[in-house]
């Protein structure tokens, strides 16, 4: 008997797509349980189609996603649902705001949704809060792929390395709750630490000499320079926002699993994994308390080792790739054991098949912004160069 086929799709190769769905998927493929075959949107052709038992849909908002969800609908196909960001209620601070904040995003979003069977997200309030749409949903954790890298703690360096690694987004959060402590630690610490910044450029780079490096968009690359690095700190804050609790506690699995020791906003989703001075350590959005909580780690470093000991531990045990992998097959029998009736290329009706990425994107800006699309593009642009 052949083996379940499963297809993932994302209009790019994110690090959603990359360590949610398929990184778990090959796995689980590796074990000869399915056979997995990713691709992006716009080069999914009829083959892809046909070998599809199962079609997972990575935040899925374009309108060629939704007719796709439609095709594979009708013909059978179990489709499944992957949430990690709550993007119909983006808060306006993030990068991609001008984009989902679009009625027709929003509405294509939803529309998504309501042609898959299964939801399978990261987040237990993202479970809650969109379940109804669908037949069976699951709240499963993502793997810390970085905790196969070798990684020995047995002392803390001379010069303590404190970092923080994200995209533009967190632009905002940093400039806003970490400037005054960083320059209030440097003051004092600044013969003992070290800042660098993977990712975002911090305005207050020009005052204090803390270290900007660009970020790698390819997952390997990322991994690679985060290993590199050898912090002892992790920085991770997060606003209390109804659409930042239903977020991923990405930043602790990627600090845990290098045995870096995570200050964190004391806010969803942090609190629901970390335990405050065993396996990191909480603090309000308060200049005062980041400045101690950083100060404490800064002047005990045997505190600070053992949480970098603990956190390499608890990560490596709970959120390895085999035990995650079991997880989603344990919530997705469908994965391995679901058979869609079997077709042929001229039963599938799709036209998205090889299109260009950006001329894709431009047309459907225009689609959904009509005259105001010159403005919504020169709005993004800008935006890009402030970064």
Same mark, same amino acid.
């Given at each position: 008997?052949?083996?379940?086929?499963?297809?993932?799709?994302?209009?790019?190769?994110?690090?959603?797509?990359?360590?949610?769905?398929? @990184?778990?998927?090959?796995?689980?493929? =590796?074990?000869?349980?399915?056979?997995?075959? /990713?691709?992006?949107?716009?080069?999914?052709? @009829?083959?892809?189609?046909?070998?599809?038992?199962?079609?997972?849909?990575?935040?899925?908002? *374009?309108?060629?996603?939704?007719?796709?969800?439609? *095709?594979?609908?009708?013909?059978? =196909?179990?489709?499944?649902?992957?949430?990690?960001?709550?993007?119909?209620?983006?808060?306006?601070?993030?990068?991609?705001?001008?984009?989902?904040?679009? @009625?027709?995003?929003?509405?294509?979003?939803?529309?998504?949704? =309501?042609?898959?069977?299964?939801?399978?997200?990261?987040?237990?309030?993202?479970?809650?809060?969109?379940?109804?749409? /669908?037949?069976?949903?699951?709240?499963?954790?993502?793997?810390?792929?970085?905790?196969?890298?070798?990684?020995?703690?047995?002392?803390?360096?001379?010069?303590?390395?404190?970092?923080?690694?994200?995209?533009?987004?967190?632009?905002? /959060?940093?400039?806003?709750?970490?400037?005054?402590?960083?320059?209030?630690? %440097?003051?004092?610490?600044?013969?003992?630490? *070290?800042?660098?910044?993977?990712?975002? =450029?911090?305005?207050?780079?020009?005052? %204090?000499?803390?270290? %900007?490096?660009?970020?790698?968009?390819?997952?390997?690359?990322?991994?690679?320079?985060?290993?590199?690095?050898?912090?002892?700190?992790?920085?991770?804050?997060?606003?209390?926002?109804?659409?930042?609790?239903?977020?991923?506690?990405?930043?602790?699995?990627?600090?845990?699993?290098?045995?870096?020791?995570?200050?964190?906003?004391?806010?969803?989703?942090?609190?629901?994994?970390?335990?405050?001075?065993?396996?990191?350590?909480?603090?309000?959005?308060?200049?005062?308390?980041?400045?101690?909580?950083?100060?404490?780690?800064?002047?005990?470093?045997?505190?600070?080792?053992?949480?970098?000991?603990?956190?390499?531990?608890?990560?490596?045990?709970?959120?390895?790739?085999?035990?995650?992998?079991?997880?989603?097959?344990?919530?997705?029998? *469908?994965?391995?054991?679901?058979?869609?009736?079997?077709?042929?290329?001229?039963?599938?009706?799709?036209?998205?098949?090889?299109?260009?990425?950006?001329?894709? @994107?431009?047309?459907?800006?225009i689609k959904r912004e009509g005259l105001n699309s010159a403005k919504v593009l020169l709005q993004k642009i800008l935006e890009k160069a402030r970064h």
């Amino acid at each position: 008997m052949r083996k379940t086929r499963v297809l993932a799709l994302c209009l790019s190769t994110i690090p959603s797509a990359t360590v949610g769905v398929i @990184k778990p998927l090959q796995e689980i493929e =590796k074990r000869g349980l399915l056979e997995f075959r /990713f691709k992006e949107s716009l080069k999914v052709n @009829k083959s892809d189609i046909v070998f599809a038992d199962v079609v997972i849909f990575i935040r899925g908002s *374009e309108d060629l996603e939704l007719d796709l969800a439609k *095709e594979c609908r009708k013909l059978h =196909k179990y489709n499944i649902y992957f949430l990690d960001d709550d993007l119909p209620n983006i808060t306006e601070t993030s990068n991609s705001y001008i984009y989902y904040s679009n @009625k027709v995003v929003q509405n294509n979003i939803l529309s998504i949704m =309501k042609q898959c069977d299964g939801l399978w997200t990261t987040n237990l309030l993202l479970l809650d809060k969109y379940k109804c749409f /669908f037949q069976k949903a699951s709240k499963l954790d993502a793997p810390a792929l970085l905790a196969d890298m070798d990684i020995n703690i047995d002392k803390i360096q001379d010069k303590i390395k404190i970092g923080f690694a994200g995209g533009l987004d967190h632009k905002y /959060f940093i400039d806003t709750f970490l400037e005054a402590p960083i320059k209030d630690i %440097y003051d004092r610490f600044s013969d003992r630490i *070290e800042f660098q910044f993977f990712g975002v =450029k911090p305005s207050f780079h020009v005052d %204090y000499p803390v270290i %900007y490096l660009p970020y790698e968009t390819l997952h390997d690359k990322y991994s690679e320079r985060m290993h590199s690095l050898k912090w002892d700190i992790g920085l991770a804050p997060l606003p209390q926002t109804d659409f930042h609790a239903c977020k991923y506690f990405n930043k602790f699995l990627e600090y845990g699993a290098l045995g870096i020791a995570g200050v964190y906003s004391n806010v969803e989703p942090y609190k629901r994994i970390v335990v405050n001075n065993i396996n990191g350590m909480l603090t309000d959005n308060d200049k005062h308390q980041w400045i101690n909580a950083i100060s404490y780690l800064i002047q005990n470093p045997n505190h600070l080792l053992r949480i970098k000991n603990n956190v390499l531990k608890q990560v490596r045990e709970q959120f390895n790739l085999t035990t995650i992998s079991n997880d989603v097959c344990r919530a997705f029998p *469908e994965l391995t054991e679901y058979k869609a009736p079997s077709i042929l290329e001229q039963d599938v009706c799709i036209s998205c098949c090889n299109k260009n990425y950006w001329a894709y @994107k431009l047309i459907n800006l225009i689609k959904r912004e009509g005259l105001n699309s010159a403005k919504v593009l020169l709005q993004k642009i800008l935006e890009k160069a402030r970064h």
